[in-house]
Every structure is written in structure tokens, then in C-alpha cells.
């Protein structure tokens, strides 16, 4: 809709929002994926209806949004009268979410990653990328020869880069 300057200024305008303040904040929470739905929105939606500054109207409303990689993601919407409170409602409703998944046996994962230590250049004179070959016998097998190969060609491109970079003015 738009409205010309003019009519906004010289014409008497109403806004029908004006005495609303209510924010409506999110919370977003990852329960483990052999917990079921039908159970953990009952809980989250329950602790934000007893809070005493979550409003009662529009009701707390817990979603499933999202299956992520460690965790079955939810989203609890709910209102608050004043803005300024949002932050700290918010963060005594995790608070309290907490409490209830503990009390009731339920995981909230992390994520978990595996690191493999390498050096290089490999001591047993492996490359990362190897040749694989099929024998007669349908067994996958490593073609020693290509990985040899392929390592002296990567110490032919080593030594040809430390032979193109500037020299020191120091050295003779």
C-alpha cells in the first residue's frame, strides 16, 4: 500500500499495532534422534506455558524443524509483553528445558569429530592418492609401482619449486 506524503501529513493517522509491545522470541533445541517427537514437544511446550512472562495467548508452540546431523531440531515460539524481557526469558526457559531433559532421560548431542594424525611427507613413502588394481581374484590391491612413481614425481615438483623461489641477497 502506499501512501503520498502529503495525505500522511495533513491527514489524522491511526495505527492499529501502537499499544503492542510483544515480541515473539525463539528457542532452538536438539534432542537425539531415538528420542520420539510425540515426547519432547510436550515437554518444551509445557515449560513455556508455566513461565510467568511467557503470555498464555497466543499459546507456546513447539516445532519440529529440521533432522540435522547429530540431533532432531526443534523450534519453541512464544510471546512476551515487554521486549527487554525477551533475552532473559529466554535463557531461563533453556535453563529449564535442561532441567526437564535430564529429569527425563533425554540427550541433547554435541557434535563428535575423529582426527587422524598424519605427517608428511609419509615416513613409509605412501602417497594419499594410491593406483588401485583388481587381480585375477577380484581382490582390490595397491600397485606399489604407481606409488612410487608417483611419489618421485612429487619430489621432482618439490625440489623445482625450492629451486624457483627468490634467493636471500645474503646468499652468494
Known amino acids: ?6 495525505v500522511l501529513f495533513s491527514t489524522k493517522a491511526e495505527s492499529f499495532t501502537a499499544g503492542e509491545n510483544g515480541r515473539r522470541p525463539s528457542i532452538v533445541i536438539g534432542a537425539a534422534y531415538h528420542h520420539d517427537p510425540q515426547h519432547i514437544i510436550p515437554i518444551v511446550e509445557e515449560i513455556a506455558q508455566s513461565h510467568k512472562r511467557v503470555l498464555s495467548k497466543p499459546l507456546p508452540e513447539a ?5 540435522a546431523d547429530f540431533s532432531i531440531t526443534y523450534q519453541l515460539n512464544f510471546f512476551v509483553r515487554n521486549p527487554l524481557e525477551a533475552l532473559q526469558v529466554g535463557s531461563e526457559l533453556r535453563q529449564q528445558i535442561w532441567t526437564a531433559f ?6 541433547i548431542p554435541f557434535p563428535q569429530r575423529q582426527v587422524y ?7 613409509d ?3 594419499l592418492r594410491q593406483e588401485r588394481q583388481i587381480d585375477t581374484t577380484g581382490t582390490e590391491r595397491l ?3 604407481s606409488n612410487s612413481h608417483a611419489l618421485s614425481g612429487i619430489k621432482a615438483f618439490l625440489r623445482q619449486s625450492a629451486q624457483d623461489l627468490p634467493r ?3 646468499e652468494p
Open 1 to 6: 500500500m502506499l501512501i503520498p506524503n502529503q
Open 63 to 67: 516445532l519440529t524443524i529440521d533432522f
Open 102 to 107: 535430564e529429569a527425563n532421560d533425554i540427550t
Open 117 to 123: 594424525p598424519m605427517e608428511w611427507p609419509p615416513a
Open 125 to 127: 613413502k605412501k602417497t
Open 143 to 145: 600397485d606399489a609401482k
Open 168 to 170: 636471500n641477497k645474503s
